[in-house]
């Protein structure tokens, strides 16, 4: 079984910072690609920004230049360093992981519990 467990999230200042973590655990043989997705409330869930096993990046015009997203596959690891923070950056946080299982050897899509981050003065 396979979780993913976010981290990181909480209430900052408009211009602020914050740093999400994404660990994931359980019979792993890799990670493929992994996301970062937010909701806000009454919103549809929307894409933020993805990074591949290789480590291609890709994000939303929404936050291209202020939102990083990175990996440490050693650590089986994701994160999204969020700079410049927007009211409208307000969301739940969720990862998203295409996790290749080390005991099926199928690939599968998993989500974390998502982090609240709330950007407000």
């Known amino acids: 079984q396979v979780q993913l467990v976010e981290s990181g999230g909480g209430l900052v200042q408009p211009g602020g910072s914050l740093r999400l973590s994404c660990e994931a655990s359980?019979?792993?043989?890799?990670?493929?690609?992994v996301a970062w997705y937010r909701q806000a409330p009454d919103k549809e869930r929307e894409l933020v920004a993805q990074i591949t096993s290789i480590g291609t990046t890709n994000y939303s015009d929404s936050v291209k230049g202020r939102f990083t997203i990175s990996r440490d596959n050693a650590k089986k690891s994701a994160y999204l360093q969020m700079n410049s923070l927007k009211p409208e950056d307000t969301a739940v946080y969720y990862c998203?992981?295409?996790?290749?299982?080390?005991?099926?050897?199928?690939?599968?899509?998993?989500w974390g519990q998502g982090t609240q981050v709330t950007v407000s003065s």
């Open positions: 998203n992981a295409f996790v290749v299982s080390a005991v099926t050897r199928l690939i599968n899509s998993h």
């Open positions: 359980g019979s792993i043989l890799s990670i493929n690609r």
